[in-house]
């Protein structure tokens, strides 16, 4: 369960360094698949690649508004697999959603321990 947490907090630091790019506004230069394409281009050994549409999103999320504008599930071979992809690449259009979800997803990690 610990590295289940590990991979979250992965994910949340990857929607901090998105989101990073640009003050409050989108860089449109970035997208999930780029910062994807930089994975393989170094060599990070990424698996089991999604990517989703608005249809397709399992958290009914993608293209709503005040949410992310781009998802991308992957795996890192480096680590056991628990199941479906277990890492993200979510981009959003304003700095300030990305705050949110991350601290969304961080509350949740908070108040369940046994994945902290």
């Known amino acids: 369960m610990k590295l289940k947490a590990l991979l979250v907090s992965i994910t949340v630091i990857i929607m901090g360094l998105l989101a990073a790019c640009g003050n ?6 970035l997208t999930a698949n780029g910062l994807l394409q930089v994975f393989l ?44 992809p277990d890492l993200s690449i979510e981009v959003f259009s304003r700095r300030a959603d ?14 369940m321990p046994m994945l902290g």
């Open 24 to 29: 409050n506004t989108a860089n449109p230069d």
């Open 98 to 111: 990305m705050v949110r979800r991350r601290d969304h997803i961080q509350s949740v990690l908070d108040a």
């Open 41 to 84: 281009e170094t060599g990070l050994p990424v698996a089991d690649m999604e990517e989703f549409t608005a249809e397709t999103c399992p958290n009914n999320l993608l293209g709503r508004p005040g949410e992310y504008t781009a998802k991308i599930n992957f795996n890192d071979d480096r680590y056991p697999h628990f199941g479906s």
